[in-house]
């Protein structure tokens, strides 16, 4: 069951993200006039919000229950590539050989950090 939390988090942290920058490209607006502080902000960018709010719930259930130098590295590992795949389909967003090598590299040292010592 927490194997299954700890992917719904990095999917919904991934989301989050992919989601607010997809939003905001769609126009945001913070500011400050005549005294009263107004933010405007679009519904996609809000779901982004609301997923990534939503994962530091899980995130807090996680490393309440797995050891930290492992959950961490492990968890943001796999956001990286999600956001930069997320980044790719989504966003329309290059991808280069640095990517890949570093993503690649990454997925390696995840695989590494969960096998059992």
């Keep these: 069951m927490l194997y299954l939390l700890s992917v719904i988090y990095i999917l919904l ?4 993200l992919v989601l607010f920058k997809l939003g905001s490209q769609k126009g945001m607006e913070i500011g400050i006039s005549a005294g009263v502080f107004h933010f405007k902000i679009g519904i ?5 919000m609301v997923c990534y709010i939503m ?7 996680l490393v ?11 968890t943001t590992g796999c956001i990286f590539v999600c956001v930069m795949l997320g980044s790719f389909l989504v966003l329309k967003e290059n991808i280069g050989i640095v990517q890949i090598i570093g993503s690649a590299a990454i ?3 995840v695989v590494l950090l969960a096998l059992k010592q």
Aim: cysteine-free.
């Design 13 to 16: 942290s991934a989301s989050g």
């Design 44 to 48: 996609v960018s809000l779901l982004g």
């Design 55 to 61: 994962s530091f719930v899980l995130y807090l259930i």
């Design 64 to 74: 309440s229950k797995f050891d930290l130098n492992k959950i961490y590295p492990i």
């Design 107 to 109: 997925l390696i040292g």
